[in-house]
């Protein structure tokens, strides 16, 4: 069975910075995608950046420049370093696997982490 485990996130003054980190875990030969989204109450699930296996990353406008993200295949973990808070990011952040290859040579799909608040404030 594969699951997500976030960890990082809390409370943080406007310019600070966190890290979160996303591990899979489970029977997994291979992960695919990587990447986080994050959700505001009452509005949908955005992303705010992905990785693929070969380190392709792509950032929402709205985090380009403040975050980065990177990957360590060989512990199927996922970052996200947050520099340079704004209050506007605050959100509950959670971490996303497209896809991932098993032990038993299967395909599964859309795995989603426990989800972390981060919240911006003075």
């Known amino acids: 069975q594969v699951q997500l485990v976030q960890s990082g996130g809390g409370l943080v003054q406007p310019g600070g910075s966190l890290r979160l980190s996303c591990a899979a875990s489970g029977s997994i030969v291979d992960t695919y995608t990587m990447g986080w989204y994050r959700q505001t109450p009452g509005m949908q699930r955005e992303l705010v950046a992905s990785?693929?296996?070969?380190?392709?990353?792509n950032f929402a406008d709205s985090v380009k420049g403040r975050f980065t993200i990177s990957r360590d295949n060989a512990k199927n973990t996922v970052y996200l370093q947050m520099n340079s808070l704004k209050p506007e990011d605050t959100a509950v952040y959670y971490c996303?696997?497209?896809?991932?290859?098993?032990?038993?040579?299967?395909?599964?799909?859309?795995?989603w982490g426990q989800g972390t608040q981060v919240t911006v404030s003075s």
């Open positions: 996303n696997v497209d896809r991932v290859v098993t032990m038993m040579g299967r395909v599964e799909f859309d795995f």
């Open positions: 990785i693929t296996r070969g380190g392709n990353t």
